[in-house]
Every structure is written in C-alpha cells, then in structure tokens.
C-alpha cells in the first residue's frame, strides 16, 4: 500500500489478479476515521488498485479493510471478509527521481522510420450491434508527406497499402477489419481496409513492412500483466506514448 504525495490517491497491491467488477467497486473498500472511498480503478495491471478517497492526514494511523474482491480463478476465490491492513501516511517530499517526466510528444527523433504504429485496438468490446471495432493506427511523423503505397501490415493480419495511399505530415491512417463500423461509430473518414485474419485477443506483433519487405515498425502486445488491463476487451485501445 501506498500513496505517492497526494493525500486523496492510494494504491493498494493485491497478492493476485482480480475481476474486474468486485474489485473496482468502491465498496469493496473502507478507511476507518472517517474516511470515503471514492472511486477503484485498476493501476497498471490487474493485482493494482488505485483508490480516490477523502482527504487523509499525514503521520496519522487508518486501517484499510477490503471485502468481496474475487480472484480470476473459473471458480472464483473470494477475499476473507473484512482482511485489514493499517498504514501511515508519510509527510516526506517526493523523490524527484521518482517523478515521470511528460511523454516524449511522436516525431522523428523517436523511432529509426517516420511511419510508426501509434495504435492498436486487439480486444474490442463485444457489442450488441455487432459492429467490429478492431483496429491499427499508423502515424507519420515527418513534417513532410509519406508515400507507402505497396507497404503491408503483417503479424497475426495482413494488408496490402494499395497505390496512391500517401500519409499527410503528422496524419494518421486507421487500417480496420470492418472500416464500415470504424467510420459509423467513431465518425472518421480516414479509415482503409478490411484486412484479412484477426488480431489475437490474448498476445501477438504486428509488423509494418516497406515495399523489399523490410520491417519498418513492429509492435508486440499482450493481455498480460504489465499490459493494461482496460485494452483486454474493456473498450480501451493501445496507445505509443
């Protein structure tokens, strides 16, 4: 359990994974002296928990108790009722080394190829209209236009970028297995595709190709801890930051 300078968050670490929905119930969580939790929400993977509270006091004593928070098992486990755990806000300042500097903004500079995967939705939502929002995003990161006309996209896909696709400087393209639903649903007209075969929704790479076949990106991800939980069907993309 800690807090990290601010006196309202509070990030609690579980033994194991667990479920979504008991774990990011408020209620599942209470600080004695007089303390609200707010809000749960999972930090960066499914055993972290980050809770928005009331504000506490430094250098004073609370007792965190946690119940009906089930594990990830096919016969989930769930939490002894009521398991505590006390802890003491520390008033020490924050080690500037621990501070994360703001993302380097995409450009040039970071990678060795103008053109770059900046997205990647592996999960999607199971919707009730059966729109397929499945997705990769390229970026190009050049001050100046990208042709890439004959590049292709491989890994768990494939796509073939047919002639005339030319990226704009600093523009994005959404590569979609059913560009129909990308453009209803999210109301974009730069949308290509469909591509054959499906991205895995577990783990997998995805790989931008030039024209003699030489990679020019890959991206590997995962449903597995440390990757973000919230990509793993929940609506959330992947994005390079």
């Not at 928005?52 to 119940?67: D, E, G, I, K, N």
């Not at 577990?202 to 919230?230: C, H, M």
């Amino acid at each position: 359990m800690g807090s990290l300078g601010d006196p309202q968050i509070f990030t609690v670490i579980l033994s194991e994974p667990v479920e979504t929905v008991s774990a990011t119930a408020p209620g599942s969580y209470t600080i004695d002296n007089g303390i609200t939790v707010l809000s749960a929400a999972f930090g960066t993977d499914t055993r972290t928990i980050i809770l928005t509270t009331t504000p506490m006091m430094t250098q004073r004593t609370y007792t965190l108790a946690v119940s009906n928070v089930r594990d990830r098992a096919t016969t989930p486990n769930v939490i002894l009722p009521n398991t505590q755990r006390a802890f003491t806000l520390d008033s020490t300042p924050l080690d500037i080394a621990f501070v994360r500097p703001a993302p380097e903004p995409i450009g040039p500079s970071t990678r060795h190829g103008p053109v770059l995967i900046s997205e990647i939705m592996y999960h999607p939502t199971n919707r009730v209209d059966g729109r397929n929002l499945e997705f990769i995003e390229l970026f190009n990161s050049n001050p100046y236009f990208e042709d890439i006309s004959g590049f292709w996209l491989g890994g768990g896909i494939d796509f073939t970028f047919p002639s005339n696709t030319v990226l704009a400087a600093r523009s994005y393209l959404v590569i979609a297995a059913a560009p129909a639903d990308i453009q209803s649903i999210y109301g974009i007209t730069n949308v290509v595709g469909p591509y054959t075969n499906k991205l895995s929704n577990s783990s997998g790479t995805v790989r931008l190709r030039n024209r003699q076949g030489g990679i020019v990106f890959e991206a590997n991800y995962s449903s597995d801890p440390p990757w973000p939980a919230a990509a793993d069907g929940a609506g959330h993309s992947l994005v390079l930051a």
